[in-house]
Nanobody, 118 residues
Framework: QVQLVESGGGLVQAGGSLRLSCAAS????????MGWFRQAPGKERELVAR??????????YYADSVKGRFTISRDNSKNTVYLQMNSLKPEDTAVYYC?????????WGQGTQVTVSS
């Protein structure tokens, strides 16, 4: 069982920035594919960004809606994944969830609210 704790959400004006963090309670953090999802009211949960790590390097994926504005990163020494969000738009308003995936097992955080005012 992996516990994930997100932090860093809040209220920001359009054009502003926020940095989300997700700390994981596992000794094998580097083996997990880490992701950030979001769910806006009345909408389905969607993948925002995902990052995997191998000795050969890091692989990342971004949804088209956030490419060029959001950056996902991880610090395996701190068991933490980050989501730097710049140039925020009102449509980025949602609850953001951290996920950890390995061997078809998915774990989720409790979510953190991000609200972008126009």
């Amino acid at each position: 069982q992996v516990q994930l704790v997100e932090s860093g959400g809040g209220l920001v004006q359009a054009g502003g920035s926020l940095r989300l963090s997700c700390a994981a309670s596992t000794r094998t953090f580097s083996s997990y594919v880490m992701g950030w999802f979001r769910q806006a009211p009345g909408k389905e949960r969607e993948l925002v960004a995902r990052i995997s790590w191998r000795w050969s390097g890091v692989n990342t994926y971004y949804a088209d809606s956030v490419k060029g504005r959001f950056t996902i990163s991880r610090d395996n020494s701190k068991n933490t994944v980050y989501l730097q969000m710049n140039s925020l738009k009102p449509e980025d308003t949602a609850v953001y969830y951290c996920s950890a995936t390995m061997n078809e097992n998915d774990y989720w955080g409790q979510g953190t609210q991000v609200t972008v005012s126009s």
